[in-house]
């Protein structure tokens, strides 16, 4: 599939409208977004890593004020 018709797709999908002219610029920008997210997965060593922080309700609270 072509980037073009990627962004038509995704525009379609969230129900936004796009005349020519903002297709010729969101074109290029998807590219680049789209090849920066792929980057993101291309680090083997981060694959199973968690990146989330947690709220744990059983944590033990400090006073850092100490």
Do not use: C, K, N
């Not at 920008?29 to 981060?46: C, H, T």
């Amino acid at each position: 599939m072509d980037d073009l018709t990627m962004v038509r797709g995704l525009l379609d999908a969230a129900g936004i409208t796009a005349s020519e002219a903002e297709l010729a610029a969101y074109v290029p920008a998807y590219a680049g977004q789209r090849a920066s997210l792929d980057a993101l997965y291309d680090v083997p060593e981060a694959r199973y890593t968690d990146p989330a922080l947690r709220f744990r309700a059983g944590a033990r609270v400090e006073d850092w004020a100490r």
